[in-house]
């Protein structure tokens, strides 16, 4: 088994910042590191410009393709695959950082960060790009020379490179009861995630959220193709499959962890939607990889 680690912010910027920026040949002694999953407790813009490689993220192996982007969500677990010949950029930042340049201004405003039922990647025109490289190399320049306010600038363009990313993710012509919709979803999977391991039913997040559960239900498939109640669903189980293959505890100790008063009912749960048992998943995953 291999145990996950929890890597935080400062380990990999290595300075009080909670930002750094990289040429990938730079990061590289880290992708080394971190080629065994590890949880991301801070967010991470991968930039790549030339040749092809692979990570895996949440389980699910996803290709690094020439002129692509591919955003990391806090929390999510990551495996560096096949990442030698990537050529490109690598950002890593906290919410902490962005919100001190932005007064009542957070991450959450950038619905590629907090929307979960997507990974944002995308491929893009060389000239998209350039745009983004030079930012990255202006940041790049300010970390270099710490001149007065250079952490001002940092912010200043970090916002930039987020402004473009969420039109590349969010198109302006979605219309005001989409956009407003997509908001009520973002909500709902941040109320997700600080609360899955206590509430388990739609009608709860419902409540906290003002609206009706069906109204709610509504909006997550119109939108999203996906139940409210699945959404919430994804959750423990992803959080049950990181568990079970990272984490050295018993199925009844995991039950416990995520909400689940009966052992039983937890088994009988992960298999109604795994298809395989809390202990076939660990060993048949175990097995393979």
Not at 151 to 157: C, D
Not at 244 to 251: A, G, Y
Request: net charge negative; glycine share 2%; proline share 2%.
């Amino acid at each position: 088994m291999c145990e996950i680690k929890n890597i935080k912010c400062n380990e990999v910027t290595q300075n009080e910042l909670k930002f750094a920026v990289y040429h990938t040949s730079d990061f590289l002694p880290f992708m080394q590191k971190l080629n065994i999953p590890h949880r991301h407790n801070y967010f991470m813009i991968l930039l790549n410009e030339k040749n092809f490689g692979s990570q895996l993220i949440d389980f699910k192996e996803c290709i690094i393709e020439p002129l692509s982007v591919t955003c990391l969500h806090y929390g999510q677990i990551h495996q560096w695959l096949d990442y030698s010949t990537i050529d490109g950029y690598i950002l890593v930042f906290e919410d902490d950082f962005f919100a001190l340049r932005y007064q009542n201004y957070q991450l959450s405003e950038f619905s590629f960060l907090t929307y979960r039922h997507q990974q944002p990647y995308e491929k893009v025109s060389e000239e998209k790009f350039l745009q983004w490289k030079t930012i990255a190399l202006w940041m790049l320049q300010e970390s270099a020379n710490n001149h007065k306010d250079f952490e001002k600038s940092l912010r200043s363009l970090l916002n930039l490179l987020l402004i473009d990313l969420n039109r590349l993710f969010e198109p302006n012509s979605l219309n005001s009861e989409l956009k407003q919709s997509l908001q009520l979803i973002h909500h709902f999977e941040e109320l997700i995630d600080k609360y899955y391991k206590e509430k388990h039913f739609v009608k709860d997040y419902a409540s906290m959220m003002y609206v009706r559960p069906n109204y709610l239900n509504a909006v997550c498939n119109a939108v999203s193709s996906i139940s409210a109640g699945d959404l919430i669903r994804n959750r423990i189980l992803l959080e049950a499959k990181r568990l079970l293959i990272h984490e050295q505890k018993t199925v009844a100790e995991i039950a416990y962890e995520l909400g689940f008063e009966d052992n039983s009912y937890f088994g009988r749960f992960f298999k109604k939607y795994e298809n395989i048992t809390p202990d076939g998943f660990k060993k048949k995953y175990l097995k393979i990889n």
